[in-house]
Each structure stands twice: as C-alpha cells, then as structure tokens.
C-alpha cells in the first residue's frame, strides 16, 4: 500500500477520507510512526513545496503559505519552508506553462487547495496531472478548502459525481490507488496562522514536509514561538531603554546648553550694565541715550545682572524730564521765559536751533549766525538737570 496525500497519519484504502474522522493510525510514541514518515530528500530541489490552487482560493493559499513560512522556522530564519505559489494572472501561453512545471520539478511536494473553483481549474488540474506522471504518488498533500470529496475504493480515484472538490486528474480511474488524507480548512475563514486551530491543521500539513512527526513539529514550534516571545521582549526592552538613555542624554545636553546660554547673558548684561554705569557718570565717552538703551538690552538677557547698572540709571536720571537728541552736542543754550522753549547754538555750525521742551522736537534753526548764546547761571543749571541735549 502506498502513503499518498501524508498529512502525519498513513491510511489504507476503504477507510475514512477526512483527517482525523475516524483514521486508524499508529501511537507517536510507536518506533513504526517514524518509519512510515516520508523522508525529506537531499538537497537539489530549490522549493520544499508547490502550492497549487485557483485564483479564486487564494485566501486560502496565502493563509497556507504564511503557515509553512512560519510553522517550526527558527530563531533568525526567513522562512521555515521554501514554497512556491504563482501570484500573477494566468494566461494560456507555452512560455508560462514551461515555467511551472520547472517549479514543479524543482519542487519536494506538492500541495493542493481543492474547491469546486480548482475543480473547474485547467491549470490546477494540469499541475496534478504534471506531478501524477513525473514524481507519482507521493510527496502529494491535499488540502480541501470548500466542497465536497467522496471516494470510490473500485476505481481508487474519487468519485466525479459526488467530488465537488476534486479536479478530473483525481477522479481518474487509479489516479491514487488509496484513500488519501486530506486536511479540510473549510470551516476555518479566514484562515488566520494564529488561530490555534488552523494552525493545528497547518502543523499536519508542514509535519511529513519537514520529515518529522507532527507531535515533534510542533513542540519545535512552540519552543520556538516561545524563544521568539523571550527574544521580541528582551528586544522591546532594550528599545526603551535606549530610548530612555536617549531622552535622558537629549534632556541633560538642553539643560547644559541653556545653563550655557544664560551664563553668557549674564556676562553681556553686566557689561553692559557696568558701561552705562560709566557713561552716567561720565567716565567715558556716550550719551544718557544710549546708556538707557544698553540698560534695556541688560535687563531682557539678565534681570538680576543688570539689577545694579539699572538702579544706577535711575539715580542718575531721576532728575531727568526729557531728553532731546540734537545733531551736535549745543556748547551754548537758553531756555525761554515761558520754559517752553530751548535755543540752542554751536560755534562750529554757526547754527541757533530752537526745541520744543515737551516734544523734543526741533522748531526751527538759523544758519549763519556767529553771536554766541549764554545762559543765565540759573537757565544752565536747570537745563542741565532736568534735560539732556546732545548728539546721541
């Protein structure tokens, strides 16, 4: 008797035809199980399994695909089985069909997605008919995914009339000689690998691929599923401490630079502070104008190191009531009786300009006038403390 169609069990003709419905088989633990195992052939074979299907299935297909990718695959590997599945558009051409039958040589087994659509399939039923007449009867796993498989024990094919699944190529005379198992993931939409069902149903599968038995395989898997579990949190846990370290090294790098930018305020601010300190006291060159602009720069990079020039400035411009920007400091002023006024001159212009003490603004000049323009002790003294005029 021949093992056709292995899904980890092997059954004899007249049997039942679904896994797991009545099978006889033998114990896991009996010498014999391993032995009636197809063996995994040597090397030269670029894919471990072709899968065959209609397009109609491929729901399905992918579903079994993704499983025997990921079913017993070890730590650090792609794929745990290499299988070929044709995603594009089939077309009638020769070119097309060459192709396929050199996956189909190139392939260890072949697995089949039986429905009424691969029923109804040329290119389903072809690659069957392919693998029938150049690798035989083993090596072959069918899968149903919709319909109906009946067998007939007289002709050693399915039955064509009550096979609503089965493509011709099965359901000719002898075309298996056996009663093959198959594996029915029709209740099992949307074929999702992490149902533990289906997956239970895809470890049949994978089991006589990977040459073992299916207890073996998937305690395999599920050391490695659980390896890999170990591995993903180890691997998330390094992620954040990592991002820790990278927070904490971008939050004390901020700190160090902002330490580093109010350091340098403070440094600009006292120098400012300390050259309009100079200035109202006349230790060096500069205007009341200007110190009080470099007091305000001060106080917005460094309030507390502008604090004293600040205070100095307002001693220093306490009395202070106006201050009026004029071309050239005047050498000579005078202010009107009505204190509304002020005229200024200067020597080296030859120009009398008259302000406006409330504005500031300039009124008018005389050009050309050479008298000199003296003020009352009294006018100098109060102009010189309650105004300031000259070039800023």
Known sequence: METVGFAGHRVRAGLPRSAGAGVTMTEPDDPAYAAELPIAEPGGYDYDAFLSYSRADAAVAEGIQKGLHSIGRKLGRLHALRVFRDKTDLAASPSLWAKLTEALDKSRYLVVVLSPNSAGSEWVNKEIDYWLKHRGRNNLVLVMADGT??????????????STAAPPALAATDALGTEPVYIDVSQDNPWDIQNPVFRDKLTDIAAPIHGKPKYELASEDLREQQRFRRFRRLAITALAILTILSVTTA?????????????????????????????????RG??????????????????????????????????????????????????????KRIITGSNEE??????????????????????RIVGGAHQRRKASTHLRLGCF
């Open 149 to 162: 498989l009946l067998w007939d024990d007289t002709h050693g094919a399915f039955d064509p009339q009550g």
């Open 251 to 283: 939050g004390i790098a901020f700190i160090q630079r902002r330490e580093a930018i109010r350091q340098r305020n403070e440094a600009v601010a006292l120098r400012l502070a300390t050259d309009a300190d100079a200035i109202f006291k006349r230790a």
């Open 286 to 339: 500069g205007t009341d104008d200007r110190a009080l602009q470099e007091l305000t720069v001060a106080a917005r990079l460094s309030p507390v190191a502008a604090r004293g020039g600040i205070l100095g400035g307002l001693q220093s411009t306490a009395p202070l009531q106006k201050i009026i920007r004029t071309p050239r400091t005047p050498q000579g002023l005078r202010v009107t009786p009505d204190g």
């Open 350 to 371: 030859s120009v009398i300009r008259i302000w406006d003490i409330a504005t500031g603004q300039q009124l008018s000049e005389l050009t050309g006038q050479t008298a």
